[in-house]
């Protein structure tokens, strides 16, 4: 059986990757285990039961963006005994600013174990929202009068802006479901689940597959590298 760990900065990002897999790979192949970090310590939330699975992937909430790397450091050594193929990091670069991406990169890549199972770290640039935004077919199915004319002409460029240019994507993404009197977050900025997987029911992963990895090197990066992880042989 392939085994694969993703470690991720939050809820978010966590439900992202288990669509993101089920599109990769059939369903009935599949055995996904959730888990979330609190105080160092990494607790299983989740989990399906499959028997016949080939693939078995470990997505764990890290519940905050610098827990994701010190988690795969100090998982590294019993994920690679356990006989993981491949450890995966994604976290988003906000609340720093777009000239701090590059620092952010170096940062991730140093001080990683060596040897044993490879590791990849992944920025969203500058939040995993800004992969939803890439995605416009979705905004009709958040609510039908959010055409793209109509969103242009409320000030929002989404057709000619790269969604990696926000320095905000989430509140981008907010502003643009008031709207249609719809949110995406809370008052205090916050997210709840049945928002995000609304948002995440509505994203078209034909359409991300085929544009967004165009439009968009970070979800290009990640997709692509976590396709290639899964299906080799």
């Known amino acids: 059986m392939k085994k694969i760990a993703i470690f991720v900065e939050g ?18 192949n599949l ?10 310590k990494i607790s299983i939330t989740g989990k399906t039961e499959n028997l016949e699975a080939t693939h078995y992937i470990l997505v764990v909430d890290c519940h905050g963006d610098e827990q994701v790397k010190t988690q ?12 993981y193929s491949a450890i995966f990091g994604l976290r988003d670069v906000y609340p720093f ?3 701090d991406v590059d620092d952010l990169r170096t940062v991730l890549q140093s ?30 199915r958040i609510h039908h009068s959010l055409t793209h004319d109509f969103i242009e002409a409320s000030g929002i460029n989404i057709r000619g802006t790269s969604a990696e240019s926000w320095p905000h994507p989430a ?9 249609a009197q719809a949110s995406y977050l809370k008052r205090d900025g916050s997210k709840t689940k049945r928002r995000v997987m609304r948002t995440l029911t509505a ?9 967004v990895t165009q439009s ?3 979800f290009r990066d990640f997709f692509e590298r976590l396709e290639n992880s899964l299906l080799a042989q």
Not at 115 to 134: D, N, R
Not at 171 to 179: A, E, F, G, N, V
């Open 72 to 83: 795969i450091r100090e998982n590294h050594a019993n994920l690679t005994l356990a006989g």
């Open 216 to 218: 968009t090197p970070g």
């Open 171 to 179: 509140q981008t993404l907010h502003d643009i479901y008031r709207m």
């Open 111 to 140: 001080w990683l174990p060596e040897g044993g199972t490879p590791i990849y770290m992944h920025l969203a640039i500058m939040e995993v929202e800004a992969w939803f935004l890439a995605e416009i077919t979705h905004f009709g």
């Open 31 to 40: 055995q996904i285990e959730l888990a979330e970090q609190f105080k160092g």
């Open 11 to 28: 809820a978010t990002e966590q439900l992202l990757v288990v669509n993101l897999v089920k599109e990769i790979i059939n369903g009935s």
């Open 203 to 211: 994203l078209s992963m034909t359409e991300m597959k085929k544009t």
């Open 97 to 99: 600013h777009s000239t």
